[in-house]
């Protein structure tokens, strides 16, 4: 079966520029995971989805973070503005249901100068 | 709120040697747990999970974990380690609730010397 896909494999931006992230998660999977993996830490949740429903998204910043999961298939991460700080790989993964194996992508590693 | 606690940052071994990885996590309830690897240059993949049954589990390539839930442990092993292991390690806890909130440990990076 084909993996989950990611778009664009790298990023940059200045600070205040807005960037956007895609996901293709596996054909049937209803569980997508959005994690931000600053160097050095593991992956940390911003937000989960279940078929097209926000499950959890404690962890997102909402002032400048958002996120969508077009009809339970693809979704969308966007930052606007980014910040010096939101430099990190972020990784999608995607899963049969929410507590079983997640399945990750490539990631997309973003530099914020 | 759980959280995932992965005591070694960084362990380098010769080949041949035997690995143990410490993962503790905090949460009362149940739980599923999984150890990820990242090997150089590719994504974050399984290695071995466990959700119930046998506390001892088998995954790929020879690792193994050992669940032993009055200490809030599921640390991974194997006998013999090879310079191919030579990889990041990161275990990961889901709250086994209906959909489940993911938490990842900050990984162990293994080098093995050939």
């Known amino acids: 079966e084909a993996g989950v896909a990611q778009s664009p494999r790298y990023k940059i931006i200045e600070k205040r520029q807005s960037v956007a992230f895609w996901c293709n998660p596996i054909s049937g999977h209803a569980t997508l995971y959005w994690y931000q993996q600053i160097l050095g830490q593991g992956p940390k949740l911003l937000i989960q989805?279940?078929?097209?429903?926000?499950?959890?998204d404690s962890q997102l910043p909402k002032d400048r973070f958002s996120a969508e999961r077009l009809k339970g298939v693809d979704s969308t991460l966007k930052i606007q503005p980014a910040k010096l700080e939101d430099s990190a790989v972020y990784l999608c993964a995607s899963g049969r249901w929410g507590v079983d194996t997640q399945y990750f992508g490539p990631g997309t590693r973003l530099t914020v100068l | 709120a759980q959280s995932v606690s992965q005591h070694n940052h960084h362990v380098i071994l010769s080949e041949a040697a035997s690995l143990e990885l410490g993962c503790n996590y905090s949460?009362?309830?149940?739980?599923?747990l999984f150890w990820y690897v990242q090997y150089p240059g590719q994504h974050l993949q399984l290695l071995l999970k466990?959700?119930?049954?046998?506390?001892l589990v088998k995954g790929i390539k020879g690792f193994e974990a050992e669940f032993i839930k009055s200490k809030f442990s599921f640390n991974l092993r194997k006998p013999s380690v090879q310079w191919s292991d030579t990889a990041e390690y990161f275990c990961a806890v889901i709250v086994n609730t209906n959909a489940g909130k993911s938490t990842f440990g900050d990984g162990t990076t293994l080098t093995v010397k050939p």
């Open positions: 989805f279940q078929n097209n429903g926000v499950v959890d």
């Open positions: 466990y959700f119930s049954g046998d506390p």
């Open positions: 949460y009362g309830g149940t739980v599923n």
